[in-house]
């Protein structure tokens, strides 16, 4: 109301034009300053909050990985073109090309729990998140439009991507400008957790959630890592553990999978959801 009688103001005056006059929600020079940024990130936590509460959404199936992997009918014409390449280029074009299975597994695994259609107490449960860019992300929001389900994407602006992908639900596809409150915001509501091979990003995002529930500052949740030769690679987490750095049993945290078959089952056992989708979504740590 306020704002409408400040615009009904037809008078000008050096005293109106002038921006100390603006009210202080619409003057965004005000809001853009380093003492607003509190005010910011407050906005940047309740905004998607409200949003995905309106819209019923109890819980999530997020779903990580790299924004580079390519879908695997785009996977073939990438090696012809790597011929052309040089030989170290060459490699890269075929590493990424051999993981286009992942993209294809991320859709299956975001369609089988968008079919589901898992309802409790009046909320949706398992609605697919990704960070609504391309590739994986791209893959989980494929997977749950084709089975005729809403999903969810919280991008962020960077300086060379991203732009949301199509398959995003218009009114369920949440920008940010800060890392750490996109972050929050995958972990709130989610109860499980798929991740694909990746680059730093899913790097980032997949150890913040694992010192979470190791550390008991979240309740575990199946964390479902897609691709065992890659993440061994890149990653040696039996030698972590005989550093001495981690526990073994932190190792256990960590579900392994192949298919999408492999990561809804462990989902499936952990909350101890039936075949035709139902269950009272418990766990062993209720």
Not at 183 to 195: E, G, N, S
Not at 215 to 235: A, C, D, Q, S
Not at 254 to 274: D, H, L, V
Request: hydrophobic letters at 40%; glycine letters at 6%; a negative charge.
């Amino acid at each position: 109301m306020e704002a409408g009688f400040a615009d009904s103001i037809d008078e000008e005056t050096p005293q109106t034009r002038h921006p100390a006059y603006r009210l202080a929600f619409r003057d965004q020079d005000f809001l853009l300053r380093e003492e607003l940024r509190p005010v910011r990130f407050q906005l940047e936590l309740l905004k998607p909050e409200m949003l995905l509460d309106e819209a019923r959404v109890g819980s999530t199936l997020v779903m990580y990985g790299s924004a580079r992997i390519p879908p695997p009918e785009a996977a073939e014409e990438a090696l012809k073109q790597a011929e052309n390449l040089p030989e170290d280029q060459a490699l890269v074009v075929r590493n990424l090309a051999k993981k286009s299975r992942y993209y294809a597994e991320a859709y299956r695994l975001a369609r089988m729990a968008s079919e589901k259609a898992i309802v409790e107490e009046g909320m949706r449960q398992f609605v697919v998140c990704s960070g609504g860019g391309p590739s994986i992300m791209e893959a989980a929001n494929r997977g749950a439009s084709d089975a005729g389900a809403e999903s969810i994407g919280l991008n962020i602006i960077l300086p060379h991507e991203q732009a949301p992908n199509p398959y995003v639900t218009p009114y369920l596809s949440l920008n940010f400008h800060y890392f750490a409150l996109r972050k929050m915001h995958f972990l709130i509501r989610a109860r499980a957790v798929a991740v694909f091979p990746g680059g730093f990003g899913t790097f980032d995002e997949m150890f913040e959630l694992l010192t979470l529930i190791q550390t008991g500052k979240m309740k575990p949740i199946p964390i479902l890592l897609f691709g065992k030769e890659f993440w061994n690679r890149v990653i040696n987490f039996e030698a972590i553990a005989e550093e001495g750095t981690i526990s073994k049993k932190d190792l256990d945290l960590i579900t392994w999978c192949e298919t999408a078959e492999e990561g809804w089952a462990a989902i499936s056992e952990f909350y101890r959801i039936e075949e035709n989708g139902s269950g009272a979504l418990v766990s062993d740590d209720d």
